[in-house]
């Protein structure tokens, strides 16, 4: 598994109508959210399943203006993260349209109104630097155990430095890239505990899991 810091060249970010700067992508315009709550639009006949915020008015940034694209992560109310696909950042200069897995409550939740909605890069040094997380032969397995511990994921991984950090539960969101660039969030529990076990929380479903966190990923 993946959170490396981006070290993107100028025009890397094209196909998501992303801009760099310091070698990173990010959000073309601010994005910073009106008084009223996010819409799901299902159109098949038009367009796939999107959602639209309505954002304080910006320039006007219409691309990608395709769907499929690359997904990215975006922090919002809280330090919330959410994994979208950008559909256009700014339509008309005030609608924020995307792609993403999650419900319409889940987004109101992270994208509520006045929130200013930005980039987050998977970052390195999210993951501690003696440790590897490279998934060996076996599926991520969900643990569920009301007496011991609230429900989690394991992954187990190829033998690496024991980390038993940060050793709790409900700690702050991360952004992990996983088999084919795919990215989850997850609130780790234990980075490597006994030094062959990734540890975590996440809101995703264990097939989810399994297919991003594949095994042999890095």
């Not at 999107?50 to 006007?60: G, L, N």
Request: aromatic share 8%; net charge negative; proline share 8%.
């Amino acid at each position: 598994l993946e959170s490396s810091t981006c070290l993107f060249l100028t025009g890397a970010c094209s196909e998501t109508g992303q801009v760099c700067a310091d070698k990173q992508c990010i959000v073309p315009v601010p994005l910073v959210r009106d008084t009223s709550p996010c819409i799901f639009q299902s159109n098949p006949s038009n367009h796939p399943d999107r959602f639209k915020c309505m954002i304080q008015p910006t320039s006007v940034i219409n691309e990608p203006e395709t769907y499929g694209n690359d997904e990215v992560v975006l922090r919002g109310n809280g330090g919330c993260l959410r994994v979208i696909r950008p559909v256009t950042w700014a339509w008309d200069g005030n609608a924020f349209i995307f792609e993403s897995t999650k419900d319409l409550n889940a987004i109101n939740e992270c994208f509520s109104p006045g929130t200013v909605i930005s980039k987050v890069a998977p970052s390195q040094p999210v993951i501690p630097g003696d440790v590897v997380l490279l998934r060996d032969t076996s599926p991520c397995i969900f643990q569920t155990n009301l007496f011991n511990h609230p429900d989690r994921f394991k992954c187990m991984i190829t033998p690496t430095a024991v980390n038993k950090e940060p050793g709790t539960y409900g700690n702050n969101e991360v952004a992990l890239k996983g088999n084919n660039g795919c990215l989850l969030v997850v609130r780790p529990v234990t980075w490597a505990w006994d030094g062959n076990a990734f540890i975590f929380e996440s809101t995703e479903d264990l097939n989810t899991i399994n297919a991003c966190f594949a095994p042999g990923t890095l």
